[in-house]
């Protein structure tokens, strides 16, 4: 399979780069519905566009011209390589993973597979981007709803997890998308900049 092209090469520059899966737009209408209100009730977070909602699968920091090429064709070999039949998530309760309020997401082993080889894939530093990849931890795939603003946050969680309760939200990505971070006023705003698809069924 060969690697996908940057879907506007010429266009602005990211601030950063990362890797992730992209939200499906009915998972996403899900959690939505289920948090209602909520967000309106807590103006001590800042709680992130539903647009934007991701797990991520690799952060790569800056990248120099011509080095988001040079990662498509490696995550393109990567996928071919690890991805053994579908690749499912399970969204769960919520919980702080330092600043931010998460949704923990529980990956199936096949996808646990193809984040570990995609990772190892762009963990060249010098070559690749510049974040540091020593010391990575295991990967903790979560979906980021918000993130503090201020220290006392006390019974946020147990809000989030009563309005989230119900069925885990099962969710089959459909791509390992290559995302460009831009700052400004408010959320920072991702861009999809190109997606390697991680099966030819269509994901849900």
Do not use: K
């Not at 071919?80 to 998530?89: F, Q, T, W």
């Not at 990849?133 to 989030?160: I, M, N």
Request: hydrophobic share 45%.
């Amino acid at each position: 399979m060969p690697a996908p092209s940057l879907v506007d090469p010429e266009g602005p520059i990211p601030d950063t780069w990362f890797l992730g899966l992209s939200m499906s737009a009915r998972v996403r209408r899900e959690v939505v519905a289920r948090l209602g209100l909520l967000p309106a009730s807590w103006p001590a977070v800042a709680w992130t566009r539903p647009s934007g909602w991701h797990v991520t699968v690799a952060y790569l920091g800056r990248l120099e011209p011509g080095r988001p090429e040079v990662v498509l064709d490696r995550v393109t070999a990567a996928v071919a390589e690890s991805l053994h039949g579908p690749a499912r998530l399970s969204l769960g309760p919520p919980r702080w993973f330092g600043r931010a309020l998460a949704m923990v997401a529980i990956a199936d082993p096949g996808l646990v597979a193809v984040q570990a080889r995609v990772a190892a894939a762009v963990a060249d530093p010098g070559e690749v981007g510049d974040a540091d990849v020593a010391g990575r931890r295991a990967w903790q795939p979560h979906v980021t709803l918000a993130r503090r603003r201020r220290t006392s946050v006390g019974g946020l969680v147990d809000d989030v997890a009563a309005t989230l309760d119900g069925a885990p939200i099962d969710w089959t990505p459909r791509a390992v998308t290559l995302f460009g971070s831009r700052a400004g006023t408010g959320p920072a705003r991702y861009v999809a900049e190109a997606c390697v698809p991680l099966a030819r069924d269509t994901g849900s």
